[in-house]
């Protein structure tokens, strides 16, 4: 179950104030780790390029798209080959796209989609704090397979999964 807070002095009674909310692309972050040859952690960040939310009922609907053409793990050749045909292939494919579809914040537990490379795939957010004051602030982790995607196997040195970290800031957009 998330944390879930609000302006409310009653925590118990806390509840996010529905409406729309534009992602602010700035303080937003996704980061990411996966293992490499089985031995040692890479880790990055993929920037948050756009992204929208409607909160309504206790369920959210959203979407967002992460710029894979800035993927940054810190080294150069290897960003480089995480952005070429094999992974993400970003000439032609240069965002990852997010959405969900009415999810129950309540549940702790949100399906989303994830295309990448064209490719979708479904994925689970496990919602781990949820704050409403002047922005919205949600924090979520996933565990991504790669396999659902079309990029070189993980027998090419980079494991199967990826291990994302998500903290999102969206500020109202006055669009109810």
């Given amino acids: 179950m998330p944390d879930i807070q609000s302006a409310s002095s009653d925590p118990a009674s806390a509840t996010i104030p ?8 700035e303080r937003s972050t996704v980061t990411f780790r996966a293992k490499a040859f089985g031995l040692m952690w890479v880790r990055g960040r993929i920037p948050v390029r756009e992204g929208s939310i409607t909160v309504s009922g206790g369920r959210i609907t959203g979407t967002g798209l992460l710029a894979a053409d800035r993927i940054d793990t810190a080294l150069g050749p290897r960003d480089w080959h995480l952005r070429s045909a094999h992974y993400l292939h970003t000439d032609k ?17 949100v399906p989303c989609e994830v295309t ?21 602030g949600i924090t979520a982790e996933t565990t991504v397979d ?20 998500i903290t999102l800031v969206a500020r109202p957009t006055g669009n109810g």
């Fill in 18 to 25: 529905g409406g729309t909310y534009a992602i602010d692309t």
């Fill in 93 to 109: 494919h240069p965002t990852i796209e997010v959405v969900i579809d009415g999810a129950d914040l309540s549940s702790g537990s």
């Fill in 116 to 136: 990448v490379r064209g490719a979708t795939a479904p994925a689970q957010l496990q919602l781990r704090s949820i704050k409403a004051a002047d922005t919205l």
């Fill in 146 to 165: 790669r396999t659902a995607y079309p990029m070189l196997g993980p027998w090419a040195g980079v494991s199967r999964r990826a291990n994302l970290a």
